[in-house]
Protein backbone atom coordinates (compact mmCIF):
# COMPACT_ATOMS: atom_id res chain seq x y z
CA UNK A 1 0.00 0.00 0.00
CA UNK A 2 1.11 3.62 -0.72
CA UNK A 3 2.17 5.45 2.22
CA UNK A 4 0.78 9.29 3.18
CA UNK A 5 2.74 11.73 1.61
CA UNK A 6 3.87 13.14 4.74
CA UNK A 7 4.89 9.97 6.12
CA UNK A 8 7.37 9.28 2.98
CA UNK A 9 8.81 12.60 3.34
CA UNK A 10 9.56 11.68 7.36
CA UNK A 11 11.30 8.65 6.11
CA UNK A 12 13.62 9.92 3.38
CA UNK A 13 14.30 12.95 5.71
CA UNK A 14 15.72 10.70 8.48
CA UNK A 15 17.25 8.66 5.61
CA UNK A 16 19.18 12.02 4.01
CA UNK A 17 20.05 12.23 7.91
CA UNK A 18 22.17 9.76 7.71
CA UNK A 19 24.28 10.83 5.31
CA UNK A 20 24.20 14.48 5.36
CA UNK A 21 25.18 15.90 9.12
CA UNK A 22 24.14 19.25 8.29
CA UNK A 23 20.56 18.57 8.36
CA UNK A 24 18.03 19.48 11.57
CA UNK A 25 14.87 19.83 11.52
CA UNK A 26 12.84 21.58 13.44
CA UNK A 27 8.85 20.93 14.14
CA UNK A 28 5.92 23.06 16.37
CA UNK A 29 4.61 20.08 18.71
CA UNK A 30 3.43 18.64 16.00
CA UNK A 31 6.01 16.03 15.05
CA UNK A 32 4.19 13.59 15.44
CA UNK A 33 1.95 14.78 12.80
CA UNK A 34 3.95 15.94 9.97
CA UNK A 35 6.31 12.85 10.99
CA UNK A 36 9.29 14.95 11.42
CA UNK A 37 9.20 12.48 14.11
CA UNK A 38 10.56 9.93 12.18
CA UNK A 39 13.78 12.33 11.80
CA UNK A 40 13.86 13.01 15.84
CA UNK A 41 13.91 9.61 16.44
CA UNK A 42 16.69 8.76 14.10
CA UNK A 43 18.68 11.67 15.07
CA UNK A 44 17.78 13.41 18.22
CA UNK A 45 20.44 15.98 18.48
CA UNK A 46 19.52 17.58 15.40
CA UNK A 47 15.76 17.88 15.61
CA UNK A 48 14.20 20.92 17.82
CA UNK A 49 10.97 20.40 18.67
CA UNK A 50 10.38 24.44 19.22
CA UNK A 51 6.69 24.29 20.80
CA UNK A 52 3.93 25.81 19.77
CA UNK A 53 5.58 28.45 18.33
CA UNK A 54 5.87 29.20 14.74
CA UNK A 55 7.25 32.22 14.25
CA UNK A 56 9.92 31.41 16.56
CA UNK A 57 10.71 28.01 14.99
CA UNK A 58 11.24 29.37 11.25
CA UNK A 59 13.02 32.37 12.40
CA UNK A 60 15.22 29.97 14.72
CA UNK A 61 15.92 27.99 11.03
CA UNK A 62 17.16 31.69 9.45
CA UNK A 63 19.74 32.04 12.28
CA UNK A 64 21.01 27.87 11.74
CA UNK A 65 21.19 28.26 8.38
CA UNK A 66 24.24 31.19 8.63
CA UNK A 67 26.26 28.56 10.15
CA UNK A 68 26.01 26.07 7.62
CA UNK A 69 23.22 23.83 8.32
CA UNK A 70 20.01 23.31 6.33
CA UNK A 71 17.30 23.34 8.37
CA UNK A 72 13.92 21.91 8.09
CA UNK A 73 10.32 23.71 9.19
CA UNK A 74 7.87 21.98 10.05
CA UNK A 75 4.02 22.34 10.85
CA UNK A 76 0.53 22.55 9.44
CA UNK A 77 0.85 24.03 5.83
CA UNK A 78 -1.40 26.76 7.06
CA UNK A 79 0.14 27.88 10.02
CA UNK A 80 3.83 27.25 8.03
CA UNK A 81 2.76 30.24 5.57
CA UNK A 82 0.80 32.43 7.89
CA UNK A 83 3.39 32.57 11.49
CA UNK A 84 5.95 31.49 9.22
CA UNK A 85 5.44 33.98 6.37
CA UNK A 86 7.61 37.54 8.22
CA UNK A 87 10.63 35.52 8.64
CA UNK A 88 10.21 33.72 5.31
CA UNK A 89 10.21 36.69 3.85
CA UNK A 90 12.19 39.34 5.32
CA UNK A 91 15.29 37.03 6.72
CA UNK A 92 15.26 34.01 4.43
CA UNK A 93 13.77 34.92 0.66
CA UNK A 94 15.73 38.51 1.56
CA UNK A 95 18.67 36.86 2.39
CA UNK A 96 18.41 33.72 0.16
CA UNK A 97 18.75 31.75 3.18
CA UNK A 98 18.90 27.90 2.65
CA UNK A 99 15.88 27.05 4.81
CA UNK A 100 13.57 24.06 3.53
CA UNK A 101 9.83 24.46 4.26
CA UNK A 102 7.95 21.26 4.83
CA UNK A 103 4.01 22.44 4.97
CA UNK A 104 2.45 18.89 6.07
CA UNK A 105 -1.11 19.20 5.60
CA UNK A 106 -1.69 21.18 2.32
CA UNK A 107 -5.24 21.79 0.79
CA UNK A 108 -8.51 20.47 2.45
CA UNK A 109 -6.45 17.27 3.40
CA UNK A 110 -6.79 17.36 7.22
CA UNK A 111 -10.08 17.90 6.66
CA UNK A 112 -12.50 17.38 9.77
CA UNK A 113 -10.24 20.07 11.72
CA UNK A 114 -12.10 22.61 8.93
CA UNK A 115 -11.16 25.94 7.22
CA UNK A 116 -9.22 26.99 9.89
CA UNK A 117 -6.87 24.28 9.35
CA UNK A 118 -7.09 24.08 5.22
CA UNK A 119 -4.17 25.89 3.76
CA UNK A 120 -5.64 27.03 0.15
CA UNK A 121 -3.69 30.32 -0.27
CA UNK A 122 -0.35 28.65 0.47
CA UNK A 123 1.06 28.25 -3.30
CA UNK A 124 0.09 31.98 -3.96
CA UNK A 125 1.91 32.91 -1.17
CA UNK A 126 5.12 31.18 -1.42
CA UNK A 127 5.67 31.86 -4.70
CA UNK A 128 5.28 35.72 -4.26
CA UNK A 129 8.25 35.72 -2.15
CA UNK A 130 11.69 36.73 -4.13
CA UNK A 131 13.96 33.33 -4.22
CA UNK A 132 11.58 30.88 -2.96
CA UNK A 133 11.28 27.86 -4.93
CA UNK A 134 7.74 26.14 -4.66
CA UNK A 135 7.18 22.14 -5.40
CA UNK A 136 4.31 20.07 -5.03
CA UNK A 137 4.79 16.31 -5.03
CA UNK A 138 2.26 14.07 -6.31
CA UNK A 139 3.45 11.00 -4.95
CA UNK A 140 5.65 9.22 -3.32
CA UNK A 141 8.76 8.79 -6.10
CA UNK A 142 8.26 13.00 -5.99
CA UNK A 143 8.13 13.61 -2.64
CA UNK A 144 11.43 11.82 -2.24
CA UNK A 145 13.24 13.70 -5.39
CA UNK A 146 11.57 16.42 -3.80
CA UNK A 147 13.16 16.21 -0.19
CA UNK A 148 16.88 15.19 -1.84
CA UNK A 149 16.44 18.07 -3.89
CA UNK A 150 15.89 20.27 -1.47
CA UNK A 151 18.89 18.61 0.61
CA UNK A 152 20.98 19.41 -2.40
CA UNK A 153 20.64 22.32 -3.82
CA UNK A 154 21.26 25.96 -2.54
CA UNK A 155 18.25 28.08 -1.40
CA UNK A 156 14.60 29.03 0.23
CA UNK A 157 12.26 25.97 -1.11
CA UNK A 158 9.16 25.63 -0.40
CA UNK A 159 7.56 21.85 -0.37
CA UNK A 160 3.56 21.44 -0.35
CA UNK A 161 2.89 17.98 1.80
CA UNK A 162 -0.45 16.10 2.10
CA UNK A 163 -1.45 14.49 5.34
CA UNK A 164 -2.90 11.88 3.02
CA UNK A 165 -2.09 8.81 0.42
CA UNK A 166 -1.51 9.57 -2.74
CA UNK A 167 -1.35 6.81 -5.50
CA UNK A 168 1.82 6.01 -7.29
CA UNK A 169 2.37 7.90 -10.58
CA UNK A 170 6.17 7.47 -10.89
CA UNK A 171 8.87 4.74 -10.40
CA UNK A 172 12.15 5.09 -8.33
CA UNK A 173 13.68 5.82 -12.05
CA UNK A 174 11.73 8.72 -12.98
CA UNK A 175 14.12 12.03 -13.28
CA UNK A 176 12.56 15.13 -12.44
CA UNK A 177 13.98 18.56 -12.57
CA UNK A 178 13.11 21.38 -10.84
CA UNK A 179 11.34 24.20 -13.94
CA UNK A 180 9.61 20.99 -15.61
CA UNK A 181 6.51 19.64 -15.52
CA UNK A 182 5.59 15.81 -16.77
CA UNK A 183 3.47 14.79 -19.29
CA UNK A 184 1.33 11.83 -17.74
CA UNK A 185 -0.96 11.33 -20.19
CA UNK A 186 -1.18 12.48 -24.00
CA UNK A 187 -3.84 13.74 -25.47
CA UNK A 188 -4.98 16.16 -27.91
CA UNK A 189 -8.36 18.09 -27.48
CA UNK A 190 -7.74 19.53 -24.32
CA UNK A 191 -4.83 20.01 -21.27
CA UNK A 192 -5.42 19.19 -17.96
CA UNK A 193 -2.27 21.07 -16.05
CA UNK A 194 -2.76 19.91 -12.29
CA UNK A 195 -0.42 19.48 -9.08
CA UNK A 196 -0.69 17.41 -6.45
CA UNK A 197 -4.19 15.49 -5.66
CA UNK A 198 -5.71 16.66 -8.65
CA UNK A 199 -3.08 15.08 -11.11
CA UNK A 200 -4.97 12.08 -9.75
CA UNK A 201 -8.25 13.85 -9.87
CA UNK A 202 -7.12 14.34 -13.47
CA UNK A 203 -6.17 11.33 -14.27
CA UNK A 204 -9.51 10.04 -13.48
CA UNK A 205 -11.69 12.66 -15.44
CA UNK A 206 -9.37 11.71 -18.64
CA UNK A 207 -10.26 8.08 -17.98
CA UNK A 208 -14.29 9.11 -18.07
CA UNK A 209 -13.73 11.37 -20.84
CA UNK A 210 -11.84 8.70 -23.17
CA UNK A 211 -15.17 6.72 -23.06
CA UNK A 212 -16.83 9.97 -24.60
CA UNK A 213 -14.57 10.48 -27.56
CA UNK A 214 -13.08 13.51 -25.56
CA UNK A 215 -8.68 13.26 -25.63
CA UNK A 216 -6.93 14.88 -22.51
CA UNK A 217 -3.62 15.81 -21.90
CA UNK A 218 -2.49 15.65 -18.09
CA UNK A 219 0.82 17.84 -17.40
CA UNK A 220 1.72 17.39 -13.81
CA UNK A 221 3.19 20.64 -13.27
CA UNK A 222 5.03 19.82 -9.88
CA UNK A 223 7.18 22.36 -9.70
CA UNK A 224 5.21 25.69 -9.65
CA UNK A 225 7.97 27.74 -9.06
CA UNK A 226 10.41 27.84 -11.41
CA UNK A 227 7.22 26.82 -13.48
CA UNK A 228 8.06 24.95 -17.25
CA UNK A 229 6.89 28.14 -19.53
CA UNK A 230 7.71 25.79 -22.65
CA UNK A 231 5.52 22.88 -21.60
CA UNK A 232 2.89 25.13 -21.07
CA UNK A 233 2.71 26.92 -24.31
CA UNK A 234 3.28 24.03 -26.44
CA UNK A 235 0.05 22.40 -24.72
CA UNK A 236 -2.23 25.45 -25.37
CA UNK A 237 -0.41 25.63 -29.00
CA UNK A 238 -0.91 21.93 -29.51
CA UNK A 239 -4.39 21.38 -27.63
CA UNK A 240 -6.31 24.37 -27.71
CA UNK A 241 -7.50 24.35 -24.38
CA UNK A 242 -6.46 24.55 -20.78
CA UNK A 243 -7.74 23.71 -17.76
CA UNK A 244 -5.73 24.28 -14.46
CA UNK A 245 -6.74 22.12 -11.50
CA UNK A 246 -5.84 22.80 -8.01
CA UNK A 247 -6.04 22.01 -4.28
CA UNK A 248 -6.19 25.70 -3.57
CA UNK A 249 -8.21 29.27 -3.74
CA UNK A 250 -8.56 29.55 -7.92
CA UNK A 251 -6.48 33.12 -6.91
CA UNK A 252 -3.17 33.06 -6.87
CA UNK A 253 -1.86 29.32 -7.37
CA UNK A 254 -1.30 26.46 -9.95
CA UNK A 255 -3.93 28.71 -12.33
CA UNK A 256 -2.78 31.73 -12.28
CA UNK A 257 1.23 30.73 -12.71
CA UNK A 258 0.05 29.11 -15.78
CA UNK A 259 -2.61 32.11 -16.94
CA UNK A 260 0.58 34.58 -16.15
CA UNK A 261 2.89 32.58 -18.68
CA UNK A 262 0.02 32.43 -21.03
CA UNK A 263 -0.80 35.92 -21.17
CA UNK A 264 2.85 36.75 -21.95
CA UNK A 265 3.59 34.69 -24.20
CA UNK A 266 0.23 36.13 -25.93
CA UNK A 267 -0.50 32.63 -26.50
CA UNK A 268 -3.64 32.48 -24.16
CA UNK A 269 -6.78 29.78 -25.00
CA UNK A 270 -9.92 29.03 -23.16
CA UNK A 271 -8.88 28.28 -20.07
CA UNK A 272 -10.79 27.10 -16.70
CA UNK A 273 -9.80 27.43 -13.41
CA UNK A 274 -10.53 24.28 -11.14
CA UNK A 275 -10.00 24.78 -7.56
CA UNK A 276 -11.75 26.11 -4.34
CA UNK A 277 -13.50 29.20 -5.47
CA UNK A 278 -12.35 32.12 -3.43
CA UNK A 279 -14.58 30.66 -0.48
CA UNK A 280 -13.89 29.15 3.14
CA UNK A 281 -13.96 25.20 3.67
CA UNK A 282 -15.74 23.06 6.45
CA UNK A 283 -15.17 20.27 8.60
CA UNK A 284 -15.94 17.28 6.86
CA UNK A 285 -15.05 13.99 5.66
CA UNK A 286 -12.18 14.60 3.00
CA UNK A 287 -13.75 13.33 0.08
CA UNK A 288 -16.76 15.17 1.01
CA UNK A 289 -15.19 18.11 0.64
CA UNK A 290 -13.13 17.35 -2.08
CA UNK A 291 -16.81 16.94 -3.91
CA UNK A 292 -18.46 19.71 -2.49
CA UNK A 293 -16.08 22.51 -3.26
CA UNK A 294 -15.50 20.67 -6.92
CA UNK A 295 -11.80 19.45 -6.59
CA UNK A 296 -12.19 15.71 -7.23
CA UNK A 297 -12.67 14.60 -10.76
CA UNK A 298 -16.27 15.25 -11.80
CA UNK A 299 -15.14 19.25 -10.71
CA UNK A 300 -12.38 17.98 -13.66
CA UNK A 301 -14.44 16.92 -16.12
CA UNK A 302 -16.93 19.83 -15.59
CA UNK A 303 -13.57 22.03 -16.54
CA UNK A 304 -13.03 19.69 -19.29
CA UNK A 305 -16.35 20.23 -20.74
CA UNK A 306 -17.01 23.96 -20.17
CA UNK A 307 -13.30 24.83 -21.56
CA UNK A 308 -14.29 22.87 -24.77
CA UNK A 309 -17.65 25.01 -25.41
CA UNK A 310 -15.41 27.54 -25.62
CA UNK A 311 -12.63 26.10 -27.51
CA UNK A 312 -12.74 28.21 -31.14
CA UNK B 1 -22.55 34.92 46.95
CA UNK B 2 -20.32 31.05 47.84
CA UNK B 3 -22.55 28.65 45.87
CA UNK B 4 -24.81 26.10 47.42
CA UNK B 5 -23.53 22.34 48.35
CA UNK B 6 -26.60 21.26 45.81
CA UNK B 7 -25.61 23.36 42.98
CA UNK B 8 -22.40 22.35 43.02
CA UNK B 9 -23.55 18.91 42.67
CA UNK B 10 -26.19 19.81 39.95
CA UNK B 11 -23.10 21.43 38.13
CA UNK B 12 -21.14 18.39 38.58
CA UNK B 13 -23.57 16.39 37.36
CA UNK B 14 -23.59 18.31 34.36
CA UNK B 15 -20.20 18.03 33.75
CA UNK B 16 -20.48 14.54 33.70
CA UNK B 17 -23.63 14.53 31.45
CA UNK B 18 -21.24 16.92 29.08
CA UNK B 19 -18.71 14.49 29.10
CA UNK B 20 -20.50 11.94 27.89
CA UNK B 21 -22.35 13.93 25.18
CA UNK B 22 -18.54 15.59 24.11
CA UNK B 23 -17.35 12.32 23.72
CA UNK B 24 -20.34 10.53 21.85
CA UNK B 25 -19.61 13.52 19.77
CA UNK B 26 -16.04 13.12 18.86
CA UNK B 27 -16.39 9.27 18.22
CA UNK B 28 -19.21 9.50 15.83
CA UNK B 29 -16.78 11.21 12.62
CA UNK B 30 -14.03 9.39 14.46
CA UNK B 31 -11.70 12.99 14.72
CA UNK B 32 -11.99 15.48 17.44
CA UNK B 33 -10.17 16.22 20.81
CA UNK B 34 -10.56 14.35 23.82
CA UNK B 35 -8.43 15.27 25.92
CA UNK B 36 -8.54 18.95 25.93
CA UNK B 37 -12.56 19.26 25.84
CA UNK B 38 -12.41 17.11 29.01
CA UNK B 39 -9.87 19.11 31.03
CA UNK B 40 -11.61 21.98 30.32
CA UNK B 41 -14.83 20.41 31.15
CA UNK B 42 -15.63 22.25 34.64
CA UNK B 43 -13.72 25.60 33.67
CA UNK B 44 -16.44 26.47 30.79
CA UNK B 45 -19.53 24.80 32.39
CA UNK B 46 -18.94 27.12 35.47
CA UNK B 47 -18.81 29.78 33.87
CA UNK B 48 -20.86 29.28 31.30
CA UNK B 49 -24.31 27.69 33.17
CA UNK B 50 -23.13 29.27 36.45
CA UNK B 51 -21.33 32.54 36.36
CA UNK B 52 -21.49 34.67 32.77
CA UNK B 53 -23.87 37.11 32.44
CA UNK B 54 -24.85 35.54 29.13
CA UNK B 55 -28.71 35.31 27.25
CA UNK B 56 -29.07 33.29 24.92
CA UNK B 57 -31.95 34.97 24.38
CA UNK B 58 -30.70 38.37 24.14
CA UNK B 59 -27.27 37.27 22.10
CA UNK B 60 -26.13 40.78 21.05
CA UNK B 61 -26.50 42.15 24.06
CA UNK B 62 -23.49 44.69 24.28
CA UNK B 63 -23.01 44.18 27.95
CA UNK B 64 -22.89 40.32 27.91
CA UNK B 65 -19.81 38.49 29.09
CA UNK B 66 -17.44 37.27 26.35
CA UNK B 67 -15.86 33.97 26.21
CA UNK B 68 -12.96 33.75 23.67
CA UNK B 69 -11.90 29.74 23.77
CA UNK B 70 -8.84 30.35 22.35
CA UNK B 71 -7.66 26.66 22.82
CA UNK B 72 -10.41 26.16 19.87
CA UNK B 73 -9.46 22.67 19.05
CA UNK B 74 -12.06 21.93 22.74
CA UNK B 75 -14.90 23.30 20.79
CA UNK B 76 -17.35 20.18 21.42
CA UNK B 77 -16.67 21.12 25.22
CA UNK B 78 -18.07 24.66 23.73
CA UNK B 79 -20.72 23.32 21.92
CA UNK B 80 -22.05 21.08 24.98
CA UNK B 81 -22.49 24.63 26.98
CA UNK B 82 -23.55 26.84 24.34
CA UNK B 83 -26.22 24.36 23.55
CA UNK B 84 -27.19 23.86 27.39
CA UNK B 85 -27.55 27.99 27.30
CA UNK B 86 -29.81 27.55 24.30
CA UNK B 87 -28.02 28.60 21.39
CA UNK B 88 -29.09 25.94 19.62
CA UNK B 89 -30.49 22.34 20.39
CA UNK B 90 -28.48 19.88 21.43
CA UNK B 91 -29.45 17.31 18.93
CA UNK B 92 -27.03 19.36 16.77
CA UNK B 93 -23.91 17.98 18.42
CA UNK B 94 -24.40 14.67 16.26
CA UNK B 95 -23.41 17.08 13.51
CA UNK B 96 -20.13 17.70 15.14
CA UNK B 97 -17.51 17.55 11.92
CA UNK B 98 -19.94 16.83 9.49
CA UNK B 99 -20.74 18.84 6.13
CA UNK B 100 -22.99 21.63 7.02
CA UNK B 101 -22.67 20.74 10.68
CA UNK B 102 -20.58 22.32 13.83
CA UNK B 103 -16.41 23.01 12.94
CA UNK B 104 -14.13 21.35 14.14
CA UNK B 105 -12.74 24.70 15.59
CA UNK B 106 -15.96 27.21 16.81
CA UNK B 107 -16.11 29.89 13.37
CA UNK B 108 -18.89 32.44 13.47
CA UNK B 109 -21.85 30.12 12.21
CA UNK B 110 -22.58 28.28 15.13
CA UNK B 111 -24.59 31.27 17.69
CA UNK B 112 -22.83 32.09 21.34
CA UNK B 113 -19.15 31.69 19.26
CA UNK B 114 -17.26 35.10 19.76
CA UNK B 115 -14.60 34.71 17.73
CA UNK B 116 -13.23 31.86 15.35
CA UNK B 117 -10.31 29.68 16.69
CA UNK B 118 -8.04 27.08 15.64
CA UNK B 119 -4.74 28.72 15.29
CA UNK B 120 -3.26 28.52 19.25
CA UNK B 121 -2.81 31.79 20.07
CA UNK B 122 -4.31 33.80 18.40
CA UNK B 123 -8.05 34.41 20.86
CA UNK B 124 -6.10 35.63 23.60
CA UNK B 125 -5.12 39.10 22.02
CA UNK B 126 -8.71 39.08 20.54
CA UNK B 127 -9.81 38.87 24.02
CA UNK B 128 -8.17 41.80 25.19
CA UNK B 129 -9.22 43.86 22.33
CA UNK B 130 -12.75 42.96 22.90
CA UNK B 131 -11.91 44.11 26.90
CA UNK B 132 -10.56 47.37 25.36
CA UNK B 133 -13.22 48.24 23.40
CA UNK B 134 -15.88 47.26 26.55
CA UNK B 135 -13.96 49.47 28.37
CA UNK B 136 -14.03 52.22 26.33
CA UNK B 137 -17.34 52.07 25.61
CA UNK B 138 -17.93 51.84 30.00
CA UNK B 139 -19.58 48.51 29.61
CA UNK B 140 -19.59 46.50 32.64
CA UNK B 141 -19.04 43.23 31.04
CA UNK B 142 -16.07 41.00 31.33
CA UNK B 143 -14.09 38.84 28.89
CA UNK B 144 -12.99 35.34 29.75
CA UNK B 145 -10.02 34.02 27.65
CA UNK B 146 -9.23 30.28 27.89
CA UNK B 147 -5.74 28.96 27.30
CA UNK B 148 -4.16 25.80 26.91
CA UNK B 149 -0.92 25.48 28.75
CA UNK B 150 0.84 24.17 25.40
CA UNK B 151 -0.73 27.38 23.79
CA UNK B 152 1.40 29.33 26.23
CA UNK B 153 4.44 28.72 23.83
CA UNK B 154 2.94 31.12 21.40
CA UNK B 155 4.94 34.22 21.87
CA UNK B 156 1.79 36.61 21.10
CA UNK B 157 0.40 35.27 24.76
CA UNK B 158 3.06 36.68 25.99
CA UNK B 159 2.78 40.11 23.68
CA UNK B 160 -1.26 40.06 24.82
CA UNK B 161 0.42 39.42 28.83
CA UNK B 162 2.46 42.72 28.29
CA UNK B 163 -0.05 44.81 26.82
CA UNK B 164 -3.14 43.78 28.71
CA UNK B 165 -0.84 44.87 31.93
CA UNK B 166 0.21 48.49 30.54
CA UNK B 167 -3.84 48.97 29.65
CA UNK B 168 -4.78 48.04 33.12
CA UNK B 169 -7.54 45.19 31.73
CA UNK B 170 -8.90 44.04 35.08
CA UNK B 171 -12.30 43.42 32.88
CA UNK B 172 -10.13 40.72 30.99
CA UNK B 173 -9.56 37.28 32.92
CA UNK B 174 -7.27 35.07 31.12
CA UNK B 175 -7.83 30.99 32.43
CA UNK B 176 -4.78 28.78 31.87
CA UNK B 177 -6.16 24.75 31.14
CA UNK B 178 -3.08 23.71 32.94
CA UNK B 179 -2.84 20.12 31.96
CA UNK B 180 0.55 19.99 32.07
CA UNK B 181 0.05 17.81 28.17
CA UNK B 182 0.59 19.42 24.97
CA UNK B 183 0.04 17.50 21.23
CA UNK B 184 4.04 15.89 21.35
CA UNK B 185 4.24 15.37 24.74
CA UNK B 186 3.91 16.68 28.17
CA UNK B 187 4.86 20.48 28.38
CA UNK B 188 8.21 19.74 30.25
CA UNK B 189 9.13 17.35 26.89
CA UNK B 190 7.79 19.85 24.54
CA UNK B 191 8.20 23.41 25.95
CA UNK B 192 9.07 23.78 29.93
CA UNK B 193 6.90 26.28 31.45
CA UNK B 194 9.08 26.78 34.50
CA UNK B 195 7.80 29.11 37.24
CA UNK B 196 4.36 29.74 35.49
CA UNK B 197 2.97 32.00 38.18
CA UNK B 198 5.92 33.97 38.47
CA UNK B 199 6.12 34.46 34.61
CA UNK B 200 2.65 36.14 35.02
CA UNK B 201 3.48 38.06 37.99
CA UNK B 202 6.38 39.47 36.29
CA UNK B 203 3.99 40.89 32.81
CA UNK B 204 2.37 42.67 35.88
CA UNK B 205 -0.62 40.11 35.95
CA UNK B 206 -2.63 38.97 39.18
CA UNK B 207 -2.22 35.15 39.59
CA UNK B 208 -4.84 32.93 40.96
CA UNK B 209 -4.25 29.46 41.33
CA UNK B 210 -6.56 26.75 41.66
CA UNK B 211 -7.71 23.10 41.36
CA UNK B 212 -9.44 23.21 37.53
CA UNK B 213 -11.96 20.55 38.46
CA UNK B 214 -13.27 22.05 41.44
CA UNK B 215 -16.41 23.78 40.83
CA UNK B 216 -15.99 25.65 44.67
CA UNK B 217 -12.27 26.19 43.80
CA UNK B 218 -13.42 27.94 40.61
CA UNK B 219 -16.06 30.29 41.70
CA UNK B 220 -13.95 31.61 44.34
CA UNK B 221 -11.01 32.67 41.88
CA UNK B 222 -13.28 33.55 39.34
CA UNK B 223 -14.84 36.24 42.27
CA UNK B 224 -12.00 37.34 43.11
CA UNK B 225 -10.84 38.18 39.72
CA UNK B 226 -14.13 39.14 38.39
CA UNK B 227 -13.63 42.55 41.68
CA UNK B 228 -10.11 42.92 40.11
CA UNK B 229 -9.03 46.70 39.85
CA UNK B 230 -5.99 48.34 38.11
CA UNK B 231 -4.48 44.85 36.59
CA UNK B 232 -5.71 42.13 34.73
CA UNK B 233 -5.97 38.66 36.27
CA UNK B 234 -4.63 34.86 35.77
CA UNK B 235 -6.24 32.12 36.75
CA UNK B 236 -3.96 28.86 36.55
CA UNK B 237 -6.23 25.96 36.50
CA UNK B 238 -4.76 22.64 37.18
CA UNK B 239 -6.31 20.39 35.37
CA UNK B 240 -5.93 16.70 34.00
CA UNK B 241 -5.97 16.17 30.05
CA UNK B 242 -8.71 13.71 29.56
CA UNK B 243 -10.15 14.06 33.37
CA UNK B 244 -12.85 11.46 33.28
CA UNK B 245 -11.96 8.64 31.70
CA UNK B 246 -9.08 6.84 33.37
CA UNK B 247 -6.93 5.70 30.40
CA UNK B 248 -7.09 8.91 28.57
CA UNK B 249 -5.97 10.63 32.06
CA UNK B 250 -2.32 12.77 31.25
CA UNK B 251 -1.65 10.91 28.22
CA UNK B 252 -0.73 13.20 24.93
CA UNK B 253 -1.64 10.41 22.74
CA UNK B 254 -5.91 10.90 23.26
CA UNK B 255 -5.24 14.83 22.61
CA UNK B 256 -6.42 14.68 18.80
CA UNK B 257 -7.20 10.91 18.30
CA UNK B 258 -10.29 9.21 17.13
CA UNK B 259 -12.03 7.16 19.53
CA UNK B 260 -12.05 3.84 18.83
CA UNK B 261 -15.67 1.98 19.47
CA UNK B 262 -13.60 -0.25 22.48
CA UNK B 263 -12.42 3.03 23.62
CA UNK B 264 -15.54 4.56 23.81
CA UNK B 265 -17.07 1.76 25.30
CA UNK B 266 -14.85 1.97 28.06
CA UNK B 267 -15.20 5.33 28.39
CA UNK B 268 -19.11 5.41 28.58
CA UNK B 269 -18.91 2.51 31.27
CA UNK B 270 -16.55 5.04 33.61
CA UNK B 271 -19.17 7.78 33.01
CA UNK B 272 -21.99 6.33 33.42
CA UNK B 273 -23.13 6.71 29.79
CA UNK B 274 -24.66 5.23 27.02
CA UNK B 275 -22.99 3.34 24.05
CA UNK B 276 -26.10 3.46 21.18
CA UNK B 277 -25.77 6.89 20.25
C1 LIG C 1 -0.84 28.11 15.70
C2 LIG C 1 -1.11 26.66 15.91
N1 LIG C 1 -0.10 25.78 15.90
C3 LIG C 1 -0.34 24.47 16.06
C4 LIG C 1 -1.61 24.01 16.23
C5 LIG C 1 -1.88 22.52 16.35
N2 LIG C 1 -2.28 22.14 17.70
C6 LIG C 1 -3.58 22.05 18.04
S1 LIG C 1 -3.80 21.68 19.64
C7 LIG C 1 -2.13 21.62 19.92
C8 LIG C 1 -1.62 21.32 21.30
C9 LIG C 1 -2.26 22.23 22.29
O1 LIG C 1 -1.83 21.97 23.57
P1 LIG C 1 -2.51 22.72 24.78
O2 LIG C 1 -2.54 24.18 24.51
O3 LIG C 1 -1.81 22.28 25.99
O4 LIG C 1 -4.01 22.21 24.70
P2 LIG C 1 -4.78 21.15 25.64
O5 LIG C 1 -3.78 20.38 26.40
O6 LIG C 1 -5.63 21.98 26.53
O7 LIG C 1 -5.58 20.32 24.70
C10 LIG C 1 -1.43 21.89 18.75
C11 LIG C 1 0.02 21.92 18.63
C12 LIG C 1 -2.65 24.96 16.23
N3 LIG C 1 -3.93 24.60 16.36
N4 LIG C 1 -2.38 26.27 16.09
MG1 LIG D 1 -2.33 21.21 27.67
Known sequence: MPKAIREVYGTVLAELGDINEDIVVLDADLSGSTKSAIFGKAHPERFFNMGIAEQNMVATAAGMSTVGK???????????????????????????????????????????????????EDIAIMRALPNMKVIVPSDAASTRWATKYAVDNYGPMYLRLSRDVYPDLYTEETRFELGKGAVVREGSDVTVIACGLLVHKAMEAAEALAGKGVSVRVVDMYSIKPIDRELIIKCARETGAIVCAEEHNIFGGLGSAVSEVLAYEGCGVPTEFVGIQDTFTESAPYNELLAKYGVDADGVIAGVEKVLKRKK | MALTAERIAELNELCRRFRIDVLTAIHAPKSGHPGGSLSVCEILTYLYQEHMNLDANKADDPDRDRLVLSKGHAAPMLYRNLAEKGFFPVEEMSTLRRMGGLAGHPNMHTPGVEMPGGPLGQGFPAAQGMAM?????????????ILGDGELDEGVIWETAMSAAKFKLDNLIAIVDYNKVQLDGTTDEVMPLGDLAGKWEAFGWTVLECDGHDIEALDFCVSVADAAVGAPTVIIANTIKGKGVSFMEGKNAWHGKAIDDESFAKAMEELGGEVNA
Do not use: E, W
Open chain 1, 70 to 120: IPFVNTFTVFLTSLGLLSARDQICYANLNVKFGGAYCGMSDALDGASHHAT
Open chain 2, 133 to 145: ALKLNKSPAKVYA
